[in-house]
């Protein structure tokens, strides 16, 4: 017969084993659920991240549809009504007997050939700015704002500080997004006698502004980083391109009026 220290201690060990059993299972249950939370979280992660991707592929593909029809529709009536016009122009130069005023014809002819081949190159251009890839994204803004001037009624100003060239892909979205972003002031600020566009770098920031005084825009609905003129005005390009960059968007309201936009892009500068 076992003494009562015998049993005392077996009853000790026992129990103790029984708790560390206990805590075993505890700690397995807590590493299983653990483990099982862990996974649905990456897979809600790469959800959303395909969802993202999908959305994103859905705009530029939105937003190279967009830029086809405007092209088309530009083609249609700026080169296409120029041509057909010089056609019949030069049918009648060509009809027995010739017109009497064959002479005046035939300049104008010239005149809607010369305005033609203008109307090329602004189509080229704006489906590529030769400019940009020989001198880079402060001589392209300079020439955008130029051939602006000459062509439209609203005054642009250019303020340059970019001492740190970025990657020609890179320089190209923000030439893009400029590009909108003046076209859209162009028609929409309502009552703007000035535009002024900025590219300037702010130590690690570069920060491209483009600002008007004119009737301003509705500012983002529910919270969203998006202004509701890019997700609702056709100009879902310009975010596209802001995330293809990496870069953040901000739609601002002056004091004294107008509408902001303010692209910043982190630019590290590289060791020397």
């Not at 700026?78 to 009497?100: E, F, H, Y």
């Not at 080229?124 to 602006?148: C, K, M, T």
């Not at 953040?248 to 303010?262: D, I, K, S, Y």
Request: net charge negative; charged share 20%.
């Amino acid at each position: 017969m076992a003494s009562p220290e015998e049993v005392a201690f077996g009853s000790l060990l026992f129990w103790g084993i029984a708790m560390m059993l206990v805590a075993a299972g505890c700690l397995l249950l807590f590493l299983v659920t653990y483990q099982k939370r862990l996974l649905q979280q990456q897979l809600r992660l790469r959800t959303a991240e395909a969802l993202h991707q999908q959305a994103l592929l859905a705009a530029v593909i939105e937003a190279q549809e967009g830029e086809r029809e405007r092209i088309g529709q530009d083609l249609h009536d700026g080169i296409g009504s120029t041509l057909a016009t010089a056609k019949l122009l030069v049918n009648r130069l060509g009809s027995q007997p010739g017109p009497a005023n064959a002479p005046d014809l035939l300049t104008l002819v010239e005149e809607l050939m010369a305005t033609a081949v203008q109307d090329a190159r602004s189509i080229s251009h704006s489906l590529y700015p030769a400019v940009l890839a020989r001198f880079g994204l402060a001589e392209a803004l300079q020439h955008l704002v130029d051939v602006a001037n000459e062509t439209g009624t609203l005054r642009i100003g250019l303020a340059l500080h970019y001492p740190r060239p970025l990657a020609l892909r890179q320089e190209l979205a923000l030439y893009r997004i400029c590009q909108e972003l003046v076209h859209n002031a162009q028609k929409h600020a309502k009552g703007a006698t000035r535009l002024d566009v900025a590219l300037q770098q702010r130590g690690e920031r570069l920060v491209l502004t483009v600002e008007d005084d004119g009737c301003g825009l509705p500012a983002p609905a529910g919270g969203s980083p998006v202004p509701s003129v890019v997700a609702g005005a056709g100009l879902r390009n310009i975010d596209v391109r802001v995330q293809m960059l990496g870069a953040r968007l901000h739609q601002q309201v002056p004091a004294a009026g107008g509408t902001c936009f303010r692209i910043e892009l982190q630019t590290p500068e590289q060791p020397s």
